[in-house]
């Protein structure tokens, strides 16, 4: 999440003083034209967590599952990965070559 903090100039203060002026109310007691208007939060959400989302909906059902059992086995010191095929496919993922 990118977070954009900005001093605030004039412009900046004067909008923070419009909002948060008077409750928004008048002297009756009615909420004001500006104030009845719904106020909506606003959300930019990153390039890479579109791309995290796009990936977790790709998975197949029991992918879940399957990354379960390989923690499973990691935490109990029955993973052994074989190292040379793990390097030989971290070259080729490298050189293009993913199978």
């Given amino acids: 999440m990118k977070v954009n903090q900005r001093p605030l100039d004039q412009t900046g203060a004067s909008q923070l003083a419009r ?6 109310t008048t002297a009756g007691g009615e909420r004001s034209g500006a ?3 719904a ?6 959400v990153s390039q890479f967590s579109s791309q995290l989302l796009a990936i977790a909906r790709a998975n197949p059902p029991g992918r879940a599952a399957y ?7 990691v935490r109990t010191g029955q993973y052994n990965p074989d190292s040379l ?6 070259v080729a993922e490298a050189a293009g070559n993913v199978s």
């Fill in 19 to 24: 909002s948060q002026g008077t409750s928004g």
């Fill in 39 to 44: 106020e909506a939060d606003q959300v930019q």
């Fill in 67 to 73: 990354v379960d059992q390989l923690a499973a086995a």
């Fill in 35 to 37: 104030s009845q208007r």
């Fill in 85 to 90: 095929q793990t390097s030989r496919s971290i």
